[in-house]
């Protein structure tokens, strides 16, 4: 699954942005992919798009990223893979976002 996470106005990129992430669960664990930064929301979208376009009909799915945390959530592991710039930006969009 890929969803846009957030919608909050940057204004060093001067637009609204959000954090491209993508879910997926192996094994009985769920692993979250993080974009490595922020992205306007527009391009997230397409991002969203092209996943739709170029994963139908696939079965399985290979992505690679960063490891940085491994943690328990409601008694099951629960793998969180970004790099830390992504881990302090996400953080605070969903710090506000509550």
């Known amino acids: ?3 846009c996470e957030g919608n909050k ?8 942005v ?11 664990e ?3 992919f993080l ?17 739709k376009k170029f994963t139908k009909n696939e079965k399985y799915i290979c992505i690679s990223g960063q490891l940085i945390d491994k ?5 099951s592991n629960y793998s969180v893979h970004m790099t830390e710039r992504a881990t302090q930006r996400a953080e ?3 710090t506000r976002r509550r």
């Open 1 to 3: 699954k890929m969803v």
């Open 9 to 16: 106005y940057d204004p060093d990129e001067k637009s609204r």
């Open 18 to 28: 959000s954090l491209l992430v993508i879910s997926g669960i192996r094994n009985n």
């Open 30 to 32: 769920l692993h979250e």
């Open 35 to 51: 974009s490595r930064r922020p992205m306007a929301v527009k391009t997230c979208h397409l991002y969203q798009k092209d996943w």
């Open 71 to 75: 943690e328990i959530k409601n008694g």
């Open 92 to 94: 605070s969009l969903r």
